[in-house]
């Protein structure tokens, strides 16, 4: 099993070890719903190591990423991040990604750890037309998030000019005498940063920041909590959620695909799509009793199957279980009557609810859908 | 509480604590420290007619669900029925108020089958 430059340091904070695809990450420290709660509440912070880095530069960088991504990266200059998804020529989703712009012809896209190898390969095969390079960094490079409604006072203690960045905002900054990129982002529903260093400064900058964050209520959070705040947040989860079969207007994203901004790989599959009406989709459920629905579990309207849960969980600040999953005409999902999730043989009751389960109190632009 | 050194322990993690013709069942300390934040415990029906070693009730955590098997064979007496609004208690005293049922004893020989407490605490140690 791989392991991340932080190992050391959740064997000494007691994390609870597992293997996460392939790398032996901490699932929990003190318990998942303590750490939901302090990122709810206060701030948490996150080995994410894991995940993957790609540098892309040159001349016709733009262009090259303009063209495998559905948002648009033109938007964003130097120092602005976006969410975005990387579709196939069917319009499924190949990964999603955060792509940052550090300066002008230079930038740092962010992928999931699973799909790292795919998505260089991606990379590789569609910049071949392109004066851009490609340049994979996961093994060089360390990721941390730090998040919670406290997390900016710990950033003021750390990196005070970090500190004032807009949500999706991006800066590189010093510590250890190397350069780690710090943004707005993150994968909880919640204000917060993520940091991007060199493998051998990321140990000293995350015993800073669980010493720093101490003050504010910074608790050591596992994979657990992350799942949970991401699913009340209404965050995909790739690979479960969605990937290469469903597209980004199905998964109820359509939101990250910019129709106006010129052509890209997967546009016209989803201009048909549009057209057509989407046949299935994701919807949001939640248990009307008590029970824990999970992954795979199928649901009904009356004694008529819609599907399986992608992703479900009992949702620590809801108190109740959640999931997702994809229905066929989602747009009649809301009236559905007499829903239930099949839970050990017995059929829980269920309602359709909106997408997210959960929005953070809002605080100026923070809204989950808003980028600045 | 049910003083957890007179209790009975399978090797599914369940305690019992036998009292005349009826044991008090729960899940040890050791399982609940491994199950983490319960979340959720689904209990049999009083009345219900369970067997040793057979699955009867169901705990979770935020991450996973785990099969509790019964320790005795008879019929469940009493259930916890608080637990549905305070799962919490299966982790903050798993031999007192996070009990989870009660079963009159059809076979009360079969405690020969569960561990003692130092037993149980060998088998914890070693897998033995």
Redesign the interface.
């Known amino acids: 099993m791989k392991r991340t430059v932080l190992y050391e340091e959740h064997v000494k904070m007691g994390g609870r070890l597992v293997d996460f695809h392939g790398w032996e990450l901490p699932v929990q420290f003190s318990g998942i719903l303590e750490e939901h709660g302090a990122v709810r509440g206060a701030c948490g912070v996150f080995d994410v190591s894991h995940m993957g880095q790609v540098f892309v530069s040159g001349q016709e960088a733009l262009g090259f990423l303009q063209k495998i991504n559905s948002n648009d990266v033109s938007k964003i200059g130097p120092g602005k991040a976006v969410y975005s998804h990387l579709l196939n020529e069917n319009g499924g989703v190949v990964d999603d990604v955060i792509v940052s712009c550090l300066e002008s012809r230079s930038y740092l896209v962010v992928v999931n750890a699973a799909t790292t190898e795919k998505d260089v390969a991606w990379f590789k095969r569609h910049a071949s037309g392109f004066k851009a390079a490609v340049e994979p960094a996961s093994e060089r490079y360390a990721m941390v998030a730090l998040q919670g409604p406290r997390s900016e006072a710990v950033v003021r203690r750390l990196f005070p000019e970090a500190a004032a960045l807009p949500r999706f905002g991006i800066k590189t900054q010093q510590a250890e005498g190397r350069e780690v990129f710090v943004s707005r982002t993150g994968y909880t529903g919640e204000d917060g940063f993520e940091f991007i260093a060199p493998n051998e400064s990321m140990p000293a900058l995350y015993r800073n920041l669980v010493e720093h964050g101490k003050k504010e209520g910074l608790v050591p959070c596992g994979l657990g909590a992350r799942d949970t705040l991401r699913l009340e947040a209404g965050y995909l989860l790739y690979g479960q959620d969605v990937d290469d079969e469903h597209t980004p207007l199905e998964a109820g994203y359509g939101w990250v695909v910019k129709w106006n901004k010129g052509d890209f790989i997967g546009r016209e599959a989803l201009l048909r799509q549009k057209s057509e009406g989407l046949k299935r989709g994701l919807i949001g459920l939640e248990l009307l009793d008590r029970g824990v629905p999970r992954p795979s579990y199928p649901f009904f309207q009356g004694s008529r199957r819609l599907g399986e849960l992608a992703s479900a969980t009992f949702s620590p600040t809801l108190k109740k279980g959640i999931g997702v999953g994809y229905v066929d005409r989602p747009g009649e999902a809301p009236a559905f009557k007499d829903v239930s999730v099949l839970i050990h043989g017995r059929k829980a009751p269920a309602r359709v609810v909106p997408l997210p389960f959960y929005k953070t109190a809002a605080k100026g632009e923070r809204s989950l859908y808003v980028q600045s | 509480m049910f003083n957890p050194e007179i209790c009975l322990y399978a090797k599914s993690h369940e305690w019992a604590h036998v009292d005349g013709e009826s044991a008090t069942a729960g899940i040890s300390d050791h399982a609940q420290h491994e199950i ?2 319960v ?2 415990v ?1 209990l049999p029906q009083v009345g219900r007619v369970v067997e040793q070693g057979k699955p009867c009730a ?1 705990v ?4 996973a ?1 785990f099969d509790v098997y019964s320790p005795f064979s008879g019929e469940i007496s009493e259930v916890n029925a608080e637990l ?1 609004s305070h799962p919490e208690w299966v982790n903050q005293a798993p031999h007192g108020q996070g009990w989870f049922f009660k079963v009159r004893l059809a076979k009360p020989g079969e405690k020969e089958n569960l561990m003692s407490f130092e037993q149980y605490r060998e088998f914890i140690k070693t897998g033995k």
């Open positions: 983490t934040d979340v959720y689904e169901v979770e955590s935020v991450k669900a549905a």
